[in-house]
């Protein structure tokens, strides 16, 4: 990215956390200039753990100091101030959850990414009345990878996250553990929940923005992290209502995917770009141990001239559709290199996994789903119908492989999400899938004018009452109604 870029958006967010409007003078003293541009730093928080069986999460409103100025409202599970704790589940493991809605509002909360009947997912039926507990209980069937719970409260999931509701699930299995990774939490293996949130003058947070002007890390603004000068995993989620992220190191370094959404893929994957779109994951190790300690190095996402159709390249600064971060780069994360731990990893690992995908020759069903809408500027939908609670749009038959296509022939870009599996991503109509969407996933970025195919195995779970959603996970078009569901069926 260009200096004079970044500089420019460091500055306009330490207007923001100064509370300063643009044109009054800066105080030199609150700037603290490191080799990626940034002026002020925040320490990286990092969310408490909880493991075992057991976990019992209350959903609170709470405060968090983000900016300089009055104390940001936000929503928290178990007191955080913005993002709740990781749960650490282990696969194999039967849990259960006590989930306490302490709001004034109803709720629902939904473990993103896990494979578990429809009952117990959390959906917008499963609503948490105010003061209630909501407790479900399922087997861990996933493998290891970063997944995470979130409301799904219909038509304010977009609201609830905004303000902060939502945790990560960390699920470890054998094969995980049996490999030379960073795995010391918080210190070489790391949680970060990236998303923008726009802020009113006294800091309060916009719960109908689209798009954000401030960046957070794990709810914190211009946050630093201090890694060790050894490989670091970096634990991501597009927690955005709609922005993409197209992440990369300042000094342009080549990092490993290790992980998508749902599992460990076959051998580290390089990159330097990588585009995530909300609500997916990739699980990234990052060289640091040739860096200098106390030397800074950022990750960044790299959306200046993203094309039109991905969210968030829009160029405009202002109104429904603007934002300061739009069609620009900005920092997301500032790395400080600290010295190396002592079980830290020094190289990287030749081999992760074996995957074996459900293939097209296994495929007994095939459907298609078209991203719709009812003319310029109407709400979106899924084959020209809006989510209704009481309309099941498809029919799966239990221990079908099915092959989903979903087509998008509109003017914008979307996140698609489906409940219930991990599945593979087979083709796209824009190109080769790429590299690093060869895993198992239950998101992805579909643009104007593409066509994405995937398969999975709907297996273990069904009910002729319990739907699961398939849905944009980017929340302002969840909440608009580009959302359907489906049973899966004896
Ligand atoms: Cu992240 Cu339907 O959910
Ligand atoms: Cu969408």
Redesign the pocket.
């Known amino acids: 990215m260009s200096e004079e870029n970044q500089f420019e958006i460091s500055r306009r967010n330490l207007f923001k956390v100064a509370g300063l409007g643009a044109g009054i003078a800066l105080i030199p003293e609150m700037l603290q200039t490191s080799p990626t541009g940034a002026a002020v730093t925040n320490a990286l928080w990092i969310p408490p753990k909880l493991s075992g069986s057991n976990f019992n999460l209350k959903l609170l409103k709470s405060t968090k100091q983000i900016a300089q100025g009055s104390v940001t409202k936000t929503y928290g599970y178990n007191g955080a101030g913005f993002w709740g704790p990781t749960l650490i589940m282990k696969k194999g493991d039967n849990v259960t959850l006590n989930v306490t809605n302490g709001l004034s509002e109803e709720t629902t909360t939904?473990w993103?990414g896990m494979h578990l009947p429809a009952k117990m997912d959390g959906?917008p039926m499963q609503v948490i009345s105010v003061g209630d507990t909501w407790s479900p209980h399922f087997k861990v069937m996933n493998n290891a990878a970063t997944f995470?719970y979130?409301p799904?409260m219909h038509k304010t999931t977009q609201k609830q996250l905004a303000l902060g509701a939502g945790g990560f699930i960390f699920v470890q299995d054998s094969k995980e553990a049996a490999l030379a990774l960073p795995r010391t939490y918080g210190v070489d293996d790391i949680p970060l929940a990236l998303g923008s949130r726009t802020l009113s003058a006294v800091n309060q947070i916009s719960t109908t923005a689209i798009y954000g002007d401030t960046m957070l890390a794990n709810g914190v603004a211009n946050a630093q992290a201090t890694l060790p000068a050894q490989y670091v995993r970096l634990r991501i989620l597009n927690m955005e209502s709609e922005r993409v992220l197209n992440l990369g190191m300042s000094d342009n370094r080549t990092f490993h995917v290790i992980s998508t959404d749902g599992g460990l893929v076959r051998k580290p994957i390089p990159l330097k770009r990588l585009l995530m779109s909300p609500?997916e994951r990739y699980e990234i190790l990052v060289n640091l141990s040739n860096d200098k300690i106390g030397s800074v190095v950022a990750l960044c996402a790299y959306n200046r001239g993203l094309a039109f159709g991905y969210g968030g390249s829009e160029p405009a600064t202002t109104g429904d559709f603007g934002s300061l971060l739009n069609n620009a780069n900005f920092d997301v994360l500032k790395i400080k290199i600290t010295k190396p731990i002592a079980k830290g990893i020094s190289s990287l690992p030749t081999k992760l996994t074996t995957n074996i995908f459900p293939v097209a020759s296994q495929v007994t069903n095939t459907r298609t789903i078209a991203i719709t809408d009812n003319g310029p500027g109407t709400p979106f939908t899924f084959d020209g119908k809006s989510y209704s609670m009481d309309y099941i749009n498809q029919h799966v038959k239990l221990g079908a492989t099915e092959a989903w296509t979903v087509t998008n022939d509109r003017v914008f870009g979307h996140s698609f999400?489906i409940?219930d599996v991990q599945f593979k991503i087979t083709s796209r109509s824009t190109g080769a899938v790429p590299a690093h969407e060869n895993g198992w996933k239950d998101t992805f970025s579909i643009l104007p004018n593409e066509k994405v195919t995937f398969i999975a195995k709907f297996d273990d779970y069904a009910s002729s009452k319990w739907p699961f959603?398939y849905?944009c996970?980017m929340a302002n078009h969840?909440d608009g109604g580009l959302m359907g569901q489906f049973l899966v069926e004896q």
């Open positions: 939904h993103h959906g995470w979130h799904h609500g999400h409940h959603m849905h996970h969840e």
